[in-house]
């Protein structure tokens, strides 16, 4: 057909008798010029613009929106380019009635498209360049376009062309738009005056702008960029050459910190408190403050789903009309008539039934839907976490006032105030991001089942109510799915607390080969978890089945009942929509039963959080709170050591602080300046109304040492803390003097330290000074416990740190305390964890030298009475009321008994004393290796992991950078594979066949459907068509056998999804069956080495978070995957069907989607380690304020630590929101390619429909490409899901790895009662710990007679303890041999040797169970035995007076004994096993020295006939030994009895006695 303009078969086209502008050709030509116009001009600045883009050098000053109306003019840009597609449309569709081709029809339209493209993308490059007198062009455009379509429009209503046409309203439209862009365009001249005004206005980029630290742009970015996430591109992308850290992600904008959304909150709550402020039965409502800080972001967001739902059912519609078309072109009555030769007119129902029109609208409609949808997570994900980081804000504060009484009478427990954090603040996210849902749900169900019954008449219903009456079912399972995860978390703690006592006690385990007693012990409580967990994955598996099912019986249902009641025939069009119809109606009945849980949650989670936000405060004293500057001041000194999100905004920070300070009033002047603190008539209370502090008239004078003393519980601590105004004040009044209560350094009897550095502990931010640093560090004696951490004292400590032992964190207070500038100085017990000399050593450098030089005034509360000489003032306490205050000289001569009672209690304090020097040198000395041996053992494997680093760097020659990006996209095919064998082959297959399985009987029951429906139609037209002839002629129509074939095909269908969701569940669990078995026995049976290098949180971690991932997230992950994956897949596979051509175009989008995914998966994994480890610090800030509220409040402190709660709550904020915006990155595009590969099935379909293709084919595939688009997505997240979680298994493999100890060994030579006199020789014997490590023990030889008691003796490292682990075997012992009653112990098996030896290890080890456990967990003893035992221990009559007797309760860690207790419960764990070889390692270390001589003589006659061995710290207590070996770095230098070598002058031996003596 030839072309031209006006057409070339009517003469008419051209003439312009009538005048110019009546010629309709003439006016669409000159509809062309403007768009040509705009063309012309802005290529050539755009061209410019582009070259010289690369000058902005600034990342945001491109993201800045400079001109008003801006989502104005996009909104109005988008319906204008809607309007031409119409319109270009309908010019098509006119033109092809037409004999010739009319370009004017369609040209200037489709011009207009491309020149409101341009426009736009005009604007946004001269607005992000800032250069507004360009937009003149833009003005001059729409201008010249409104005028040039008005007066087509009036020409129109001049020829009588109204609003029944389709034409005319198009053009109506068009003019309306254009002037409305023309009324913006005009606005940005006003407000900006680039133009026409003599001064143009200035204008400044947001604050957030400005500060390149803020790298989340989704506020500040145009609305094509908000809608597509385009601006986190380079993010994405980048992440596959350099992972994302938290200095990529930057800071969070203003509006979205938690200060900021804290103080929406709070304002809102306060104004609800003043609501019920007069009405006591009420209590300020939640819910209404979390409505009025955070409703309008709600509102949006429902309005986008709103949206987006309404949109959610064009898909059906258009496959209904499509097919209806396709069906009505096949029957023979129509023919159309194509030969108009005057303009014709296309009505509205006409242009709709045109299929392509259709095609290009519900490809359309899906982008438009898919967009708003994702608008609408986002906003409810980004209202959600700004809500989260407000509660959290508010409890902390809420915390920080927390009265003391509550903390300690357990209101409000430590564990409570942890879940407020950890659980309820993310129930009510989780809520909020549910929340549109619970209204737009119920909208979505109706519209769906009107749908329907427009479309299946009485049968429709049928199918709804199947859904409806199944959906209570779903929420039933869900609710069972909730009781059974909490009872298998329930098993899985009772499982890692075995486990962690285990891991903690697993040397001793060892040596008295008790490894399998305890690892049944785990796995039987294992077992019960399972069978929790097995009922866990019994519902999870039936919630998918549901999932699955519905749908398939809702269709069954309807169908059947449809064939046998309805007069019609089901043609495709019906069924198809009815489908697609069926699959929408699906998705909300389904996530209802989640809504209505977590609606139901978080209800339970406001409650908790207003009972937590009304519980009490503490008291608001006038002198307590200094003067207000003070606290600012403290403020602006120390913002924190981490500045990282100070708000740049002072006044903000101001605001946090008038929000947080109480009103405060003037502190009274007290009568002298002498006097730092006053109390008058003091009554105080913990709480309860009974006075714990009686009576208190008390002083403190200023800038002299108070000593409080008085027995245990008497309310020493509780008198501070009083003065500290921690307690309530029944009655009396407490005085400050003026200057003294600003801060006041407090060393808490137990100790609390941050989890940072030991610097930053004792610095608690104040600024560093390193003087006065050093002399801290001196006086508290800490430099030689600093020298031993790994990087002295930036080692970071607490829970994820080295943890310390008691006397070094009670050191660290102590030094934190002297360290502030302070006036006054409250010491809590300090002496409690330290021995002697250090105590004597802090008493005289660091109370009476450091503190009383500085002047300042110093409470001491202490036990040593030894020190009262040194006190200016003593306050005498009993019973919780002053027994007297005054000086000692005062007492001495006004309370001669009590001075006399102190006197002898001194004198027996003085002869302990000399007891205790040894032991209290031990003590520190002991604290020092322990530490030393932790570090020794890590540091050697931080030098082993190196090595391996070296050596796998050594085969990557390749260059690293490639080689690292290659390695972050691959998918771990390699865990994977070992993760779904150790499920086992069998089910494993089982799994992969019944998936496989089921999805080819859902495609059946689709592919029979459309068969059935285009048979059925086909003989309805046949039937139509051969009225005249008989019916015989016509192949008859079977309905029974189509709809029987149905539903066997639909009732295989479901019990297939059955089978497969069961299978999935069954391999999981059998796969983390497996591998926490295997990891237990390897971990188990590992040599004490592999312990000794790998930090015990690691090896917990495996069996904890590891365990739980593998127990209970990689099956529904992998569940997830393969069913979206498959029907992905599937869906593929009919459209390639339907349509071969499809497969053509299926090649470029199969490429987009392979980039897609791979770049998303590498940035979700970087963005979610963020996530998770941004969430720890957090966690840990909560704990650890709630631990030491008393000690922050004491310092004044508070402000700081919410300075850097604000920040770690950003922090966490930031990466979750990245992760969140990444997802909908994914999303967007996922969902943009499914509507491309929608509208490729369409439209091919509809081509290959013109050459007989059956319209059934066509709804199948289009049904199938509309299923496409909702699983696209799930592949990718599900595949990333299971990446990170394929990290656990990787993991836990790494540990199956190590090497095991040989347990091998011969029995036959073995007698029942070797060894039986106790007859050892060392021959030539060399040991080490590693076959990497130097050897400790170097070619020692030694002989020992049976019955003889051996000491062994040496300085620190010398080896000692190292020959006590050869015995049994523990240590790699590489040369020689030892020989106890002739048979070399090397060839036997363990167990064996280990059974038959006893030890007593000097850090005592008691398991949580009974005595009786503790002492034969292997139950082989009698009771006499076990009394006997523990009479030779000195404890038969404390265990006869505990509760039970043998069966008295063992708490863990034996923590309900002292220590001494403990390690005398390790004595008789040793007499109990009658071995006549014992060896002591140190194992008198922490018993008082009266105790040790009673045992030694104890050892003497309840071993006299045995062989002891034992390794000396105190070389005091080996003096009596028949021989004694001496060593120096594992060389033995000495050999001889204790007479013989202190005979000698010049020994080693006399030298360390003299030494320690």
């Known amino acids: 057909m030839p072309l031209s303009f006006c057409g070339n078969d009517n003469a008419s086209a051209y003439s312009v008798d009538d005048g110019v502008l009546d010629n309709g050709c003439f006016v669409d030509a000159l509809n062309l010029v403007p768009h040509v116009f705009l063309l012309f001009i802005t290529f050539p600045i755009l061209f410019i613009g582009w070259g010289s883009q690369s000058s902005k050098v600034q990342i945001h000053h491109n993201t800045w929106l400079h001109f008003p109306g801006h989502n104005m003019r996009w909104i109005l840009t988008f319906t204008l380019l809607f309007v031409h597609v119409c319109e270009t449309a309908e010019g098509i569709v006119s033109d092809g009635y037409m004999k010739s081709r009319h370009l004017h029809l369609f040209l200037p339209a489709f011009m207009g498209f491309i020149a409101a493209t341009t426009s736009v993308v005009y604007y946004h490059n001269i607005e992000t360049s800032n250069f507004p007198k360009l937009l003149l062009a833009l003005f001059i455009y729409w201008v010249l376009a409104f005028i040039t379509k008005t007066i087509k429009l009036v020409k129109y209503y001049e020829h009588n062309v109204g609003v029944q046409h389709l034409r005319f309203c198009i053009t109506a439209m068009l003019v309306i738009l254009y002037g409305l862009l023309m009324a913006v365009e005009i606005n940005v001249i006003r407000v900006r005056r680039y133009v026409f005004f003599a001064n143009p206005q200035k204008v400044k980029p947001p604050e957030d702008l400005q500060d390149l630290g803020v790298r989340f742009l989704q506020p500040f970015v145009n609305l094509l960029s908000k809608a597509t996430y385009w601006w986190m591109n380079p993010l994405i992308i980048g992440a596959h050459k350099r992972p994302i850290d938290l200095k990529k992600i930057g800071k969070l904008p203003i509006a979205m910190r938690a200060l900021t959304n804290y103080i929406r909150l709070k304002d809102a709550y306060e104004e609800q408190r003043k609501m019920v402020a007069d009405q006591t039965d009420k209590s300020p409502s939640i819910w209404r403050s979390m409505y009025r800080a955070f409703g309008r972001p709600i509102l949006l967001s429902s309005t986008f789903r709103y949206l987006a739902d309404l949109l959610g059912f064009a898909g059906p519609l258009c496959i209904y009309c499509i097919l209806l078309r396709l069906d009505d072109r096949k029957s023979p009555q129509i023919s159309e008539q194509k030969n108009v030769t005057i303009l014709y007119f296309v009505s509205s129902h006409e242009l709709l039934e045109n299929t392509s029109v259709l095609a290009v609208l519900l490809f359309l409609a899906l982008i438009l839907q898919r967009t708003f949808l994702q608008a609408s997570y986002y906003v409810t994900i980004e209202t959600g976490i700004n809500l989260r980081g407000a509660l959290l804000a508010m409890i902390y504060n809420k915390m920080l006032r927390l009265s003391t009484s509550n903390m300690s009478m357990g209101d409000m427990t430590l564990g409570q105030i942890n879940n407020l954090v950890a659980i309820e603040t993310n129930q009510l996210m989780w809520f909020l991001f549910l929340c549109p849902n619970l209204w737009a749900m119920p909208v979505q169900i109706i519209m769906g089942v009107v749908l329907l ?77 399972l069978t929790s967990l097995k009922t866990f994955a019994l519902y999870t598996s039936l919630s998918i ?109 101001y605001q946090l602080d008038s929000f947080e300070q109480p009103s405060r009033r003037q502190p009274r002047p007290t009568e002298t300046e002498d006097i730092a603190v006053k109390v008058n008539n003091g009554f105080f209370s913990w709480g309860s109304n009974m006075a714990t502090l009686s009576d208190i008239n008390m002083h403190i004078p200023t800038g002299q040492l108070t000593m409080i003393v008085g027995q245990v519980g008497c309310g020493k601590s509780s008198l501070l803390l009083a003065m500290l105004g921690e307690m309530q004040t029944i009655g009396g009044k407490v005085h400050w003097s003026n200057k003294n209560r600003n801060s006041v350094a407090y060393a808490a009897q137990k100790s609390w330290l941050l989890n940072a550095t030991v610097e930053e502990n004792i610095t608690f931010g104040n600024p560093f000074n390193k003087q006065r640093y050093k002399a801290v560090i001196d006086t508290c004696s800490l430099q030689p416990d600093i020298d031993l951490l790994p990087f002295g004292d930036q080692t970071e400590i607490g829970e994820r740190g080295i943890n310390l032992s008691g006397g070094q964190r009670q050191r660290i207070c102590v030094a934190r305390a002297l360290y502030q500038n302070t006036n006054i100085v409250f010491l809590d017990d300090p002496f409690s964890a330290l021995d002697i000399h250090l105590s004597d050593h802090l008493m005289q450098e660091g109370i009476l030298k450091f503190l009383q030089d500085d002047k300042r ?108 990006t290659s390695r972050r996209s691959k998918i771990p095919w390699r865990v994977c594979w070992k993760y779904l064998t150790s499920g086992g082959f069998v089910l494993l297959f089982m799994m992969i066949f019944s998936k496989l399985l089921k999805h080819s009987v859902i495609v059946a029951i689709d592919y029979w459907l459309a068969t059935w429906t285009s048979s059925a139609q086909n003989s309805s037209m046949s039937a139509n068509s051969s009225v005249n002839s008989t019916l015989t002629d016509t192949a008859p129509f079977d309905l029974s056998y189509y709809t029987i074939g149905f539903s066997i095909l639909c009732s295989s269908g479901i019990v297939l999804c059955l089978i497969a969701s069961l299978t999935v569940e069954w391999m999981g669990l059998s796969a983390a069956r497996n591998l926490h078995h295997n990891l237990l026995n390897k971990i188990i049976l590992a040599p004490i080495r592999f312990f000794d290098i790998t930090p015990l949180g690691q090896i917990l971690n495996r069996f904890s978070a590891d365990t739980n991932i593998i127990d209970q997230h990689i099956p529904p992950t992998l569940e997830s995957l393969t ?301 006499d035995r076990l009394w006997e035992a523990l009479e030779i221990a000195q404890l038969k009559n404390m265990v006869k007076s505990l509760p039970g007797g043998l069966d008295a309760v063992v708490t863990e860690g034996g923590e309900n004994f002292s220590v001494g207790q403990r390690q005398l419960f390790c004595l008789a764990r040793a007499f109990v096993r009658k071995s006549s070889i014992l060896i002591m390692d140190e194992a008198t270390a922490s018993i008082d020295m009266a105790t040790e001589n009673i045992l030694q003589k104890v050892v003497m006659t309840a071993f006299a006939d045995r062989t002891v061995v034992t390794i000396a710290h105190r070389v005091s207590s080996i003096l009596e030994a028949e021989q004694v070996l001496v060593f120096c770095e594992g060389i033995l230098v000495e050999c001889d009895s204790a007479s013989g070598l202190l005979s000698q002058d010049d020994s080693l031996f006399t030298l360390l006695v003299k030494t320690h003596k």
Not at 874 to 883: R, Y
Not at 1184 to 1205: D, N
Not at 1240 to 1254: H, K, R
Not at 1373 to 1378: D, H, N, P, S, V
């Open 1123 to 1423: 069913r979206s994956t498959l029907l992905c897949l599937s869906a593929i596979g009919v459209i390639a069907f339907v349509t071969p051509f499809f497969l053509i175009a299926m090649l470029p989008l199969g490429i987009a989607f392979y980039f897609i995914q791979k770049y998303f998966r590498v940035a979700s994994k970087d963005l979610q380690d963020l996530d998770d480890s941004t969430q720890l610090p957090l966690l840990c800030h909560f704990s650890e304020t709630a631990e030491g509220l008393t000690t922050i409040r004491a310092f004044r402190h508070e402000t700081r630590f919410k300075q850097r709660m604000l920040e770690l709550i950003d922090t966490n904020n930031v990466a979750y929101l990245f992760l969140s915006a990444a997802n909908r990155w994914l999303e967007v595009r996922t969902d943009y390619l499914g509507a491309v590969i929608v509208l490729t099935a369409a439209v091919t379909s509809i081509c290959t429909s013109e050459n007989g293709l059956q319209s059934g084919l066509v709804g199948l595939g289009l049904t199938y490409a509309l299923t496409l688009t909702n699983y696209l997505n799930w592949v990718v997240r599900s595949l990333a899901d299971l990446e990170v979680q394929m990290g656990a298994v990787k993991k836990v493999n790494g540990f199956l790895s190590t090497e095991s100890e040989n347990y091998e060994g011969d029995l036959s030579q073995v007698p029942e009662d070797w060894p039986q006199q106790g007859e050892i020789k060392i021959q030539d014997l060399s040991v080490r710990y590693d076959s990497v490590l130097k050897p400790v023990l170097k070619h020692v030889n030694a002989y020992i007679n049976p019955g003889q008691k051996v000491g062994i003796c040496g300085r620190t490292g010398s080896g000692k303890s190292s020959l006590s682990l050869a015995f049994f075997r523990m240590v790699d012992m590489f040369e020689g041999k030892i020989i106890i009653d002739g048979i070399d112990i090397s060839k036997l098996p363990l167990p064996t040797l280990r059974s038959r030896l006893s030890i007593i290890l000097q850090d005592p080890v008691l398991f949580s169970g009974s005595i009786r456990f503790n002492l034969d967990p292997e139950r082989t003893c009698t009771d």
């Open 453 to 529: 019954h427009y479309l299946l008449g009485f049968s429709a219903l049928i199918g709804a109510c199947v859904i409806v009456l199944l959906a209570p079912i779903q929420y039933f399972i869900a609710t069972k799915l909730a009781d059974a995860q909490k009872s298998t978390l329930d098993y899985s703690t009772d499982r890692l607390k075995k486990t962690n006592e285990i891991l903690k006690g697993i040397k001793l385990l060892k040596l008295y080969a008790w490894e399998n007693i305890f690892c049944s012990s785990v796995e039987e409580t294992r077992v019960k978890e």
């Open 857 to 964: 005034t110093v409470v001491l509360v202490t036990h040593k009475l030894q020190y009262l000489i040194h006190a200016d003032w003593i306050i005498a306490m009993k019973d919780g009321t002053l027994l007297r205050e005054g000086t000692l000289k005062d007492i001495q001569n006004n309370d001669i008994e009590l001075y006399k009672h102190w006197k002898t209690l001194m004198n027996r304090q003085d002869q302990e004393l000399e007891k205790d020097t040894d032991v209290a040198d031990s003590q520190t000395a002991l604290e020092r290796k322990n530490l030393r041996r932790a570090l020794y053992s890590r540091e050697a494997k931080s030098q082993i992991d190196d090595e391996d680093e070296e050596e796998e760097e050594e085969e990557d020659d390749e260059d690293t950078m490639s080689m690292m």
């Open 545 to 653: 089945f549901m999932n699955a099912a519905i749908p398939i019986a809702a269709v069954l249902a309807t169908f059947v009942t449809h064939a046998y009641t309805s007069t019609t025939e089901l043609s495709p069009a019906v069924a198809f929509a009815s489908l697609a119809l069926f699959h929408i109606l699906v998705t909300p009945l389904f996530l209802l039963s989640t809504v209505v849980r977590f609606a139901v949650k978080a209800i339970v989670s406001v409650q908790k959080l207003g009972e937590f936000l009304l519980s009490d405060e503490i008291g608001d004293d006038s002198w307590r709170n200094g003067e207000t500057s003070v606290s600012l001041e403290s403020c602006k000194k120390h913002p924190g050591a981490h500045t990282k999100a100070i708000n740049r905004k002072q006044p903000l920070r």
